[in-house]
């Protein structure tokens, strides 16, 4: 396998590794601001004891977010040199305000909301929780800002100019930064990344509340947690689907390519439908088993059922994304989508009936339910990425151009099983800390008020 | 005009050395101790004492390592180019280094969640391998950017694994070791108290000891070796205030710490890791890869990013700079005093 092949297989598994813990943290952010607010305002410490809670588990997301997030930013020098080299007055300023505003916001105020309820009074306290769900938040603006980039660079002059062009030195130049940050699909694919990340971190409080619920443990929490994370789930939801739209059409304007292959679409200048389902068979050029309304997508897009929407045949064979891959990550991910708002708007209805907190058929599903928003994260980004194909910056450098040429691909092979063999530790690490965590339970914040702060001595054996 | 144009640029490029350097520094303090405690970890006797010195980094030691990440983004920010060959050019390096800083945080994560000895000792042992390999792999890479590597025209690395493996780079690998042993061993008497306390205080004297036979090494070493390095101090002997200040930033250590004032004995080393990334700037200065042949090197003059660029991310770093380190200090302040375990610790 060639360096390109094998940095391409590296960096997408440490991506979607990594993909799985962030967009927790930034739904769990905004989960504690809420309750935190309400522990504010109403003085219940049963809020209180809810954001202690979360705060740990968002720790732990956290931490393993660090630890996997580390390897992405390496990875662009050591498996991408080409790439760093050519977009590196471009992108450069995205990843240092991601950096100087994001990341230090986060995990230096996570110590004051884990470590600081006895050090500091309780505002300051909260406006640290603020802070860290805001240094969550900000991560994504920047890094999504950065990637938007690579999807829509836009036109020269506006946020780049391509100086020594056809030369081996041939790269780009930042021309106008506030054209960088909103660039023609930086607003649109922000909003809806947010709004996957507040489903995933909503989801993820309602699954461990259907856990508690179904118990009958912590029962009193559990209703918090519940009703908090349905009301972010069903807005995120119905976010979801302005921000989807808005996506869809921007791909439609500046990816065609990407666009076509989401839906299958090969004639190059037909009216399109929209599939529910189907199989690509790239060979005939067509979708097998396919499922479609006719005419949906040209209407969507253009308001008529007989507008023609550009197809894959209108690009060069090497021009196009491999269609299958797209097609199905695409539609599995709208699928989830449609059945996350079924679950949310459900969730709301019972609860609003009063039968939620006994109803075991429906908590048992809620409590898998977290699996959906993660599996549909990773789709999406899978669609995004690979419907980019064949290029690492949209229409100025291919990604086979952008591979480091000072690494062999026997140095990647070792690198994969490093990160292989790490990768399944930290899996094992996270599932077991979780449980741990989550058989704890929240402290009864009757029983710590009495006993402050007892050093933690019953495991020590060595100790005595 | 044009005059005028260039030396802008000339100074914005020198600015964003620095800047760059400023984080790299404040990602040596900030870890190195965090480092230094976990390669000093295996010395406490009980599992009581090992909780202690792992908690006394407990809150901080995961924001401590942001900075490596900011202080990398902050070279492909401004300087593409290095961080290209850099990171390309140390390819399995960096990545025993990304393994080594996983199995550090898996380590400092598990350790205290089971009671059994033989679990936590692992751990122990993952925790202070982890943290010893980190240290001194960042010491090598320090070592191989001073000594120079073989770049090609379009500045790629040419050499392989063991070329980075030269007895120079290891001398500064172990180096800093060293600068961390002597660096974490004073923060943990800052952080601890007591028996332990008294138990860990010969521990800096051994460690500047060490740290000093290292120093003196790699200084010959690299007058012997690397002459173009004191080329601007023979220029400027100016720039000798930085190696006495230091020698006396070393020295007082010891004073500091025989006086009881560990604070004071902390700062200074944290002075000392100051002064001696100054040394390592001012004597590799303009390279920022030295290459042999010598017309390959990448300078801060042809690795930059355009002024534009630049000149945006100066407008960025003003705002966010200030704002980071004032929440820094106050974070740092809200968790001063000793260090006790409750039920949040590790």
């Known amino acids: 396998m060639t360096s390109a092949t094998l940095s391409r297989i590296q960096f997408g598994m440490t991506l979607s590794f990594h993909y799985l813990f962030p967009p927790l943290t930034i739904g769990l952010g905004v989960i504690m601001v809420i309750l935190e607010a309400m522990y504010l305002k109403t003085g219940d410490e049963a809020y209180q004891q809810a954001t202690k809670f979360w705060a740990k588990i968002f720790a732990l997301i956290f931490a393993i977010g660090v630890a996997t997030g580390i ?76 990637n938007s ?31 960088l940050v909103f660039n023609q699909s930086s607003m649109q694919r922000l909003s809806h990344v947010l709004m996957a990340a507040f489903q995933a971190g909503a989801f993820l409080v309602i699954s461990v509340a259907a856990y508690y619920l179904i118990k009958n443990r912590h029962e009193r929490f559990a209703r918090i947690s519940m009703k908090t994370a349905l009301i972010v789930a069903l807005l995120a939801a119905a976010g979801q689907i302005i921000t989807g739209d808005l996506s869809a059409r921007e791909v439609a304007k500046y990816q065609p390519a990407k666009l076509a292959a989401f839906e299958g679409h090969y004639a190059a200048h037909a009216p399109a439908g929209m599939s529910i389902m189907g199989w690509v068979d790239p060979a005939h050029r067509r979708v097998d088993y396919d499922l479609a309304i006719p005419g949906m997508l040209s209407w969507m897009l253009y308001g008529n059922t007989h507008a023609p929407v550009t197809g894959l045949d209108a690009f060069k064979k090497r021009d196009q994304p491999p269609a299958q891959v797209v097609f199905q990550t695409y539609h599995a991910m709208v699928a989830i989508g449609m059945v996350l708002m079924l679950l949310a708007m459900l969730g709301v209805f019972f609860w609003w009936r009063g039968t939620l907190w006994t109803k075991t058929w429906f908590l048992r599903i809620l409590v898998v339910s977290v699996i959906l928003p993660e599996a549909g994260n990773q789709l999406g980004w899978f669609s995004a990425e690979v419907g980019r194909q064949p290029w ?39 599932f077991y800390l979780l449980n741990h965590k989550i058989a704890a339970g929240p402290a009864d914040p009757v029983a710590q008020a009495q006993q402050p702060n007892v050093p933690l001595l019953y495991h020590d054996r060595a100790a005595t | 005009m044009p005059v005028r144009r260039a030396r802008e640029a000339s100074l914005l490029q020198v600015i964003w050395f620095i800047l760059v350097g400023m984080l790299f520094t404040g990602y040596a303090i900030l870890d190195g101790f965090d480092l230094g405690v976990g390669m000093l970890h295996m010395l406490g006797k009980t599992d009581l004492d090992r909780r202690l010195m792992l908690n006394s980094i407990g809150p901080i030691w995961d924001g401590n390592e942001v900075w490596l990440v900011t202080a990398g983004g902050a070279l492909f920010a401004a300087f593409p180019g290095v961080y290209a060959s850099m990171f390309s050019g140390f390819y399995l390096p960096l990545m025993m280094l ?14 205290s969640k089971q009671p059994q000895k033989a679990w936590r000792l692992a751990w122990d042992i993952g925790f202070s391998l982890g943290s010893l390999g980190a240290a001194l792999i960042l010491g090598i890479a320090v070592g191989n950017l001073t000594m120079g590597l073989h770049l090609n025209a379009r500045h790629d690395y040419t050499g392989g694994l063991l070329d980075l493996l030269h007895p120079y780079a290891l001398l500064v ?8 042993l002597m660096h974490g061993s004073i923060y943990l008497v800052m952080k601890t108290e007591g028996d332990l306390r008294q138990r860990i205080e010969p521990w800096v004297n051994r460690a500047i000891i060490f740290f000093i036979m290292c120093v ?38 010891p004073r500091a710490m025989h006086l009881k004032k560990e604070f004071q004995a902390f700062m200074s080393s944290c002075f000392s890791i100051v002064m001696l990334m100054c040394l390592l700037a001012g004597g ?62 590790y």
């Open chain 2, 284 to 345: 590799i200065f303009p390279y920022m890869m030295i290459s042999r042949p010598r017309v390959n090197s990448l300078t801060v003059f042809n690795a930059a990013n355009t002024p534009h660029a630049l000149s945006i991310m100066l407008i960025l770093a003003i705002i966010g700079i200030p704002l980071v380190a004032s929440y820094t200090f106050a974070i740092y302040w809200i968790f001063r005093g000793k260090t006790r375990l409750d039920i949040t610790s």
């Open chain 2, 173 to 180: 690998g172990i180096t800093t070791v060293a600068l961390f």
């Open chain 2, 98 to 111: 990304l393994t080594f800083l996983i199995l550090r945080a898996v380590s400092i994560e598990f350790r």
């Open chain 1, 392 to 430: 690492i910056v949209y229409g100025l450098l291919r990604t086979v151009h952008g591979v480091s040429s000072a690494v062999a691909p026997g140095e990647i092979v070792a690198s994969l099983g490093m990160f292989f063999f790490m990768y399944v530790l930290l899996t094992f690490l996270f």
């Open chain 2, 216 to 253: 003196a090494a790699t200084t010959m070493a690299t007058l012997l070796y690397i002459p173009y390095v004191g080329r601007h101090f023979r220029a400027h002997p100016w720039m000798f205030v930085f190696a006495l200040a230091n020698m006396l930033a070393i020295a007082n250590i």
């Open chain 1, 149 to 179: 980039f690579m999807q829509t660079p836009g036109k020269p002059g506006q946020a780049y100019r391509l100086v020594d062009a056809g030369t081996p030195q041939a790269h780009l130049v930042l021309v106008h930064f506030a054209d």
């Open chain 1, 71 to 146: 390897p992405m930013e390496f990875q662009f020098g050591t498996n991408w040199a080409h790439y760093s080299r050519f977009v590196g007055d471009v992108f450069g300023s995205a990843l240092a305000a991601e950096g100087l505003f994001a990341f230090f916001l986060e995990s230096g105020f996570l110590a004051i909301l884990l470590f600081g309820w006895e050090r500091v009074g309780k505002k300051t306290h909260f406006m640290a929780t603020l802070a860290v769900a805001s240094g969550s938040i900000f991560s994504a603006i920047w890094i999504v800002i950065a």
